[in-house]
């Protein structure tokens, strides 16, 4: 355990400090939002401090321990830890977070609440990347959703009623799967614990790994999101404002994937051989599907969220890999579309606050009258649609490699997946670029030539900057991001193909053999082990 709890405090502050916001002497919520975003970047620093001083790079382990008991009646401890799979996700958390907090400057409506609420969320958010206990991080994951559903139904469109309802329907529902397999998992064998290291060490038997991780897997695919338990995704976004689309796009997406590593395939390696081309299969739709209908879309904000469910899709096929480089691209797309996705949707709501509507067939020829903005979104655009150069293109191009090296499928198999992946790629710029044509070419719309517009401020540029930079400096040196975790997707690629073979002999009774399954001998159990150690892909 650390001398100091630096990720308890890490956790709490947010939280401690948003119970002062009701009693600071106030009038027009200035004085609040400066208190709210000096909390969110005292926070960041603090974070950004404690890995940079407190944290080792080179060890896949769990460090800055910490374990306190809580409820020692329930078996519930406040037990935290991070490592190269949930350290990244906690710094970009800070980052996304606090810039949303910078961008909703011009919350006049309930200010108080608003901050109140982005605070809470802000300690709820790194506590479900930090919790090791199932009980905390399932407390941590349910606190998270109160702050949603209240930013969106008080701040947010003319239908945000029925877009926070359906958020809160599909992400509660969902919610009862971790409950109900976590129970199963903890209460399996002589002992009971929660400990999720202690969960992963356990044996379980096939049977109940299965539906272990089908229920996780129905739980976090609501959350990341997977088809078809998206549709919640298209309505938050097109009724929340910019501030809460930059966190639901940012961080909470991720929280989807970053479950399905954690628990799914640390806990249930298994289950994840029967799963896994389940999961490349859904990612596949994921990025199709997603392409298709966001092209389709005639409102931004519901355009840019398809967009991030297609861009999910490519998570997807990383986990399923089976290999170091897939496992190492899910997480690079996963930091890489947190900086990009809340970029665009920050610009959506730039965009919105000069037109007043998200409509694009009612926007056209802004580039000259925001020539600044335009610069903005095209670099986004450009970051979204994988151009060289930028973190995007360096993530899915990782997949790409992960999956296509894997041992673990056929070649017909392979060679369809990454095909039908391709035309996903081919979807993407069309239609960031339409986007981009009818907003921001053409003729000006007259509706809006009555009062000039007003191109992005310094504040609106600076937000956007601190997202682009990192875009940039991800595609031109992945390894700023990669030797975060580098050591740890080895650990977590390692762990399946170890468990590869010894699942590989049962006759799967979902698949067929010569599709799907790994291309394993099942006569010498000794050239199992050694064809296995000898897929490992050279980085």
């Known amino acids: 355990m650390s001398h100091f709890p630096w990720l308890t405090t890490i956790i709490l502050f947010p939280l401690l400090a948003s119970f002062a916001i009701p009693v600071i002497p106030d009038k027009d919520g200035k004085t609040v939002r400066w208190y709210a975003l000096g909390v969110g970047l005292v926070d ?48 970009l958390t800070g980052l996304v977070t606090t810039l949303a907090t ?34 905390l991080f399932f407390i941590m994951w349910e606190l998270e959703l109160v702050p949603v559903y209240l930013l969106i139904s008080i701040w947010g469109g003319q239908k945000r009623l029925y877009a926070a309802t359906k958020f809160i329907l599909y992400t509660a ?19 009971v614990t929660f400990d999720m290291a202690t969960l992963a060490q356990k044996h379980y038997p096939l049977a109940l790994e299965l539906l272990a991780y089908a229920g996780f897997l129905i739980a976090f695919g609501v959350k990341l999101p997977i088809f078809p338990l998206h549709t919640w ?4 976004h097109g009724e929340a404002s910019a501030p809460v689309s930059m966190i639901l796009a940012g961080v909470l997406l991720k929280m989807g994937g970053y479950a399905l590593i954690r628990m799914n395939i640390e806990m249930l390696p298994n289950a994840h051989l029967y799963f896994a081309p389940v999961l490349a299969i859904l990612g596949v ?29 490519f998570v997807l096929l990383g986990i399923a890999a089976y290999t170091e480089l897939g496992m190492n691209g899910a997480v690079l797309q996963m930091v890489s579309h947190g900086l990009i996705a809340a970029a665009l949707f920050f610009l959506s709501g730039v965009t919105y606050d000069r037109t007043h509507t998200l409509v694009m067939e009612e926007m056209g020829g802004m580039a000259k009258s925001m020539p600044k903005t335009f610069a903005l979104f095209t670099a986004g655009s450009m970051a979204s649609l ?61 509706q809006w030539t009555i009062e000039p517009w007003r191109d992005a401020k310094p504040r609106e540029v600076f937000i956007t900057l601190c997202l682009l930079i990192p875009i940039i400096g991800i595609g031109f040196y992945p390894k700023v991001a990669t ?42 159990p000794q050239g199992l082990v050694s064809m296995v150690e000898q897929t490992t892909v050279t980085r």
Do not use: C
């Open 102 to 135: 910078f961008s909703a400057w011009n919350v006049t409506r309930k200010p108080r609440l608003f901050y109140f609420l982005m605070l809470v969320m802000y300690s709820a958010q790194i506590g479900v990347f930090a919790a090791q206990d199932l009980l």
């Open 285 to 313: 739709v994921n990025i199709i599907y997603g392409a298709l209908t966001a092209f389709a879309q005639q409102n931004m904000k519901r355009r840019l969220a398809y967009s991030s469910i297609s861009h999910m899709g």
């Open 386 to 446: 994988a151009l060289p150069g930028m973190s995007g293109f360096v993530g899915e191009l990782t997949i790409f490699l992960g999956f296509s090296t894997s041992d673990a499928y056929s070649s017909t198999f392979k060679f369809v997946v990454v095909l039908l992946a391709a035309v996903g790629l081919i979807l993407t710029p069309v239609y960031l670029l339409d986007m981009l044509r009818q907003v921001f070419y053409g003729q000006e719309n007259l």
């Open 173 to 191: 529902a969902a919610s009862v799967f971790i409950l109900v397999a976590g129970l199963a998992l903890a209460f399996y064998g002589d002992t």
């Open 483 to 524: 030797q975060t975790y580098d050591v740890k997707t080895v650990e977590v690629a390692a762990h399946l193909r170890n468990s590869l073979p010894l699942v590989a002999q049962k006759q799967s009774l979902l698949y067929s053999r010569n599709l799907v399954a790994p291309k394993l001998p099942n006569s010498n």
């Open 233 to 236: 995704l298209p309505d938050a």
């Open 44 to 91: 960041f620093a603090l974070i950004i401090y404690t890995f940079w001083s407190h944290y080792d790079l080179q060890t896949s382990t769990f460090q800055l321990v910490e374990s306190y008991p809580w409820v020692p009646q329930l078996g519930l401890n406040w037990s935290l830890a991070v490592d190269g799979l949930s350290m990244p996700l906690i710094v």
